[in-house]
C-alpha cells in the first residue's frame, strides 16, 4: 500500500488585508469559496482533510465542504491553527500536507510533487519560487543590515509536506512562525525546497483575487466583449452608380443600391462594433428616417460609430471583415482597403478577406455583394 497523507488547511484568518466583510476563506472566485478551491485541489491527493476555521464559522464550512472534510475551530495564529488541525490527524497517515486556504488555486500537481520528493526521502518538502526583488534585511529603524544574494533567495509557497512524526515533534515547540517548515529548521532538520508554482500565489489583496481569477477564466479581468455584423446590397441597374466597398471608391465597377454608399464592408463592421457594445445596431442608430444619414459614407458611419462605441467604455481591440461576391477582386487592393478602415476607427488593427461562393447564391449569381464582420472591444473600467 502507498502512504497514505493527511491534509491540514489553515483557514481561520479574518483576511482583513483583503477588506472582505467575511473571513478570507469563505470569499468567492469564479463561483466558489477560496475554501472550496483549496479542498477540491488537495481532494485527489488526500486520505484525510482537516480544515481550521474561523470560530463562530465551523457550521458554514460544514455546509460548504463535503462530510468526508473534518473542520476544526482555528486559533489565535496560522500556527495555532495547524495545531488545533494536527491533534486529529489519523495514525495511518505517513505524511501531513500544511497547505495555505489562501493559496486556494495550488495545484494538485504541485502537492504531488511535493509528496514525490517526501516518497524519495526527504523529511521535509516546501515549494519555493526565485524572487525577482532584491530582498534587504532591515533593523527597527529601517536601516540595511544585510543584502543576500539574491540568486539564493526563494519565495516560499504551500503546501508543504513532512512526515507525521516530524511535523508532531516539531508542533511540540510552544514557538510561533509563519510557516511549519520554520519550525522543522529551528531543530536544524534539512528541509527540501521543490519548484513551486505561480499558481500557488497567496490570495493577500483584493488585486490578488483578481489575479487568481484570471488563472481560472483567462482575460476575465480585461471584459472582452465579441460581436457579429453582416450587410448585404444588390448591384444597381444603374450602371453609372459608384462602387464604394471597404471605404475604397472602385473605378470601373458597377454600385450597389442603398440609401447611403452602400459600404457593405464598412456596414457590417459597424454592425460588429455596436453589437458587441450591446448599441443596437446600425438601423437603430443611424435609422433611413433620419436625413442626417442619408448617403452617409462607409468611413463616415465608421467614426459615428467608433465615437459611440468609445463614448460608452470601450477601445476596439480588433476588427475582422470578410466581403462575399465575384467581383471586385479585393486581393490587390487588401491594404489599402485595411488602411482606409483602420483610419475610420482611429488606426485600430483590422483584416480584410475575401470569398465567392462557387456560384450558389445572390453573391454568385452576381446580383449582389455581402460582407461578415466580427469585432472585440475591451472595457475599460473608469
Ligand atoms: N490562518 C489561520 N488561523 C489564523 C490566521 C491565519 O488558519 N489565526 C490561515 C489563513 O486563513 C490563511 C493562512 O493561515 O489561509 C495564511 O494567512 P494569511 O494569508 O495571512 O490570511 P489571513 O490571516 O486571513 O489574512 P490577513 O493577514 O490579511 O488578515
Ligand atoms: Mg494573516
Known amino acids: ?218 482575460g476575465a479581468d480585461k471584459q472582452i466583449r465579441v460581436g457579429i455584423g453582416t450587410d448585404a446590397h444588390a448591384f444597381s441597374q444603374d450602371s453609372n452608380r459608384a462602387l464604394w466597398l471597404a471605404g475604397l471608391y472602385w473605378r470601373d465597377e458597377v454600385g450597389v443600391d442603398g440609401h447611403s454608399d452602400g459600404d457593405v464592408a464598412a456596414h457590417a463592421i459597424c454592425d460588429a462594433l455596436l453589437s458587441a457594445a450591446s448599441l443596437g445596431d446600425l438601423g437603430s442608430n443611424f435609422g433611413t428616417s433620419d436625413p442626417k444619414y442619408a448617403g452617409a459614407s462607409g468611413s463616415q458611419l465608421l467614426s459615428e460609430t467608433l465615437s459611440r462605441v468609445t463614448a460608452a467604455g470601450y477601445s476596439i481591440n480588433n476588427v475582422s471583415v470578410q466581403i462575399v461576391g465575384n467581383r471586385p477582386k479585393i486581393g490587390p487592393r487588401r491594404a489599402e482597403a485595411i488602411a482606409a478602415l483602420s483610419k475610420s476607427l482611429g488606426g485600430v488593427s483590422v483584416s480584410v478577406s475575401a470569398t465567392t461562393t462557387d456560384g450558389l447564391g445572390f453573391t454568385g449569381a452576381g446580383l449582389g455583394l455581402s460582407a461578415i464582420a466580427t469585432a472585440l472591444l475591451i472595457h475599460n473600467p473608469r
Do not use: C
Not at 33 to 61: S, Y
Not at 63 to 90: H, I, M
Not at 141 to 146: M, P
Not at 157 to 165: D, E, V
Open 1 to 218: 500500500m502507498t502512504d497514505l497523507v493527511a491534509v491540514i488547511i489553515p483557514a481561520g484568518g479574518s483576511g482583513e488585508r483583503l477588506g472582505a466583510k467575511i473571513p478570507k476563506a469563505l470569499v468567492q472566485l469564479a463561483g466558489k469559496t477560496l475554501i472550496e478551491h483549496a479542498v477540491a485541489n488537495m481532494a485527489p491527493i488526500a486520505n484525510q482533510i482537516i480544515v481550521a476555521a474561523p470560530a463562530g464559522f465551523e457550521e458554514q464550512f460544514k455546509d460548504l465542504l463535503s462530510s468526508e472534510v473534518t473542520v476544526v475551530t482555528g486559533g489565535l495564529t496560522r500556527t495555532l491553527s495547524v495545531k488545533k488541525a494536527l491533534a486529529l490527524v489519523e495514525k495511518e497517515n505517513e505524511y501531513i500536507l500544511v497547505h495555505d486556504a489562501a493559496r486556494s488555486l495550488a495545484s494538485t500537481d504541485l502537492a504531488m510533487r511535493v509528496i514525490d520528493s517526501l516518497r524519495a526521502g526527504e523529511k521535509a518538502v516546501i515549494p519555493g519560487m526565485p524572487v525577482s526583488d532584491t530582498i534587504k534585511r532591515v533593523d527597527g529603524d529601517n536601516y540595511v543590515t544585510k543584502t543576500p544574494t539574491r540568486s539564493k533567495l526563494r519565495s516560499i509557497q504551500t503546501p508543504q509536506g513532512f512526515t507525521r512524526k516530524l511535523l508532531m515533534k516539531v508542533h511540540t515547540s510552544p514557538d510561533d512562525a509563519t510557516d511549519d517548515a520554520a519550525l522543522v529548521e529551528e531543530r536544524g532538520v534539512d528541509v527540501k525546497v521543490i519548484l513551486g508554482e505561480e499558481r500557488a500565489m497567496k490570495i493577500t489583496t483584493m488585486n490578488d483575487l483578481a489575479i487568481a481569477h484570471n488563472w481560472l477564466i483567462p
